[in-house]
């Protein structure tokens, strides 16, 4: 059973670009929750999404929007990128909203 | 709202050594609390979580934890520390009732010496 899977593992874009990030929840989750974690910090919630729309999210500009496919993965994408936004992007997958999640390896975007 | 206070960010223990990994929280309700650890370039595992009833909760690995109201701590414990526990832990706190979307502490690095 493959558990949360992200890709790509590694990234490094150029500020002012956009990039997407992908996820692919655990087998049987249907709610995905992604995580800002910036170097020597704890995750920070971004956004949720469950039915296939962002249900909550956290204190991030409209820059970062995502979505949810009908299969359950999701995007996370993040325009007009800063130096700042460099950091480890989590997922993590649930079933249902009020449930443990399981999180992903994460992907390590660099803005140069 | 909630937060989480990790008291050290880096923590340095002998093998075979008692292991305290300090966690204080503020929540408005009785929170949901959790332990996370995250090995180099991993994502986050799950350790330990309370929700309610007992207030020593055994997680994984040999890790306890208890939750003091009082104390508003819910600090995490190993008795003997092995090589393989060197890791990133981090404290979350959740509101009940709501989506269990948990609000992280800024974590504290495990060193184990030989």
């Known amino acids: 059973d493959a558990g949360v899977t992200q890709s790509p593992t590694h990234l490094i874009k150029t500020r002012g670009q956009q990039v997407t990030l992908r996820c692919s929840p655990k087998?049987?989750?249907?709610?995905v929750s992604w995580y800002q974690q910036a170097l020597g910090q704890g995750p920070q919630f971004i956004f949720q999404y469950y039915e296939e729309e962002e249900r909550q999210r956290g204190n991030f500009p409209d820059r970062f929007s995502g979505h949810q496919f009908p299969n359950y993965s999701s995007e996370l994408n993040v325009n007009a990128l800063l130096l700042g936004d460099s950091a480890l992007y989590l997922c993590?997958?649930?079933?249902?909203?009020?449930?443990?999640?399981?999180f992903g390896q994460g992907t390590r975007l660099t803005v140069v | 709202a909630q937060s989480v206070t990790q008291l050290g960010s880096h923590v340095s223990v002998s093998e075979g050594a008692l292991v305290l990994l300090r966690c204080n929280y503020s929540?408005?309700?009785?929170?949901?609390l959790f332990w996370y650890v995250q090995y180099p370039n991993q994502g986050l595992q799950l350790l330990l979580k309370?929700?309610?009833?007992?207030?020593l909760v055994k997680g994984i690995n040999g890790f306890e934890a208890e939750f003091k109201k009082s104390e508003t701590s819910f600090h995490l414990t190993k008795p003997s520390a092995h090589m393989s526990d060197a890791a990133e832990y981090f404290c979350?706190?959740?509101?009940?009732?709501?989506?269990?979307?948990?609000?992280f502490g800024r974590g504290t690095s495990l060193i184990v010496h030989p």
């Open positions: 309370y929700t309610t009833g007992a207030t």
């Open positions: 979350a706190v959740s509101a009940p009732g709501g989506s269990y979307i948990p609000t």
């Open positions: 929540s408005s309700v009785p929170p949901y």
């Open positions: 087998s049987g989750h249907d709610t």
């Open positions: 993590a997958s649930s079933l249902g909203r009020q449930t443990e999640a399981f």
